[in-house]
C-alpha cells in the first residue's frame, strides 16, 4: 500500500504544548517522537511505502553529525519504504547522511529522495506531492498533495493538507490518530469530501 504524510517534526520542542501554530500536547519531544512511531506502525506495513512530504525533524543540537544520527534512529523504526521530499526544515546534510547509512527493505532502498517533488498515479488521478502547497489552477485530474501550512488549508479543492497537523483530516468519518499517514483510501476520501464541500460554498 502507499501513504502519504508530512511535518513529524520529530524532536521539535517548539512546537509542543498548545501553541498558536499546532497543538501538539506533549510535554517532552520524546514523548511526541515515542507516539508518532507507535501510531506510524499500527496502519503501515514493513511492506508498504510512505511518501513523507517534508519537515522531518527539527533537531539542532552539536555535533551535526549527532543530530542526523538520531533522526535515522528514529526513521529506521518506522516501518515500510520512505520516499522522502524535501521540506524546509530538511537539509541537504541529512539527507547525505541517510543516502551514506541507507540499507534494503523488500529488495528497494529503505530511502529515496526528492529536492522538489514527486508524481504518483493512482485511481485514475495524478497527485503532485510536494512540501509546499502549489497553485494548479483548473486542473480537473490533478491534486496537489502537500504539508508545510500545519493547521491551516488552502482554499481550493484541488490542494489537500496530509501533514499529520491538517484540519482536512475532519473531512474523515474516523480521524487518524496523530502521526498516522493517510492511506491513498483515506486521501480519496478527502479529496472527494472536500470538493463537495467546495461547490456548496460557491
Known sequence: ????????????????????FAVRPFLLASMMNETI???????VAPSDTVYHLGDIAVHFIRPEIKSHQDVYDVLKRLNGNLVLIKGNHDNRALFKYLAKHNYEVNGKPKFTFHDVGALIKYDHRQYYLTHYPLMLGIAPKIINLHG??????VNAKENINVGVDS?????LTTKPKFGQPLSMVQVEAIVEAKKDDYLKRR
Open 1 to 20: 500500500m502507499i501513504f502519504v504524510t508530512s511535518d513529524t517534526h520529530f524532536f521539535d520542542k517548539h512546537l509542543l504544548g498548545l501553541t498558536d
Open 37 to 43: 512511531i507507535e501510531n506510524w506502525n499500527k496502519v
Open 148 to 153: 508545510h501550512i500545519h493547521h491551516y488549508a
Open 167 to 171: 484540519p482536512e483530516f475532519d473531512y
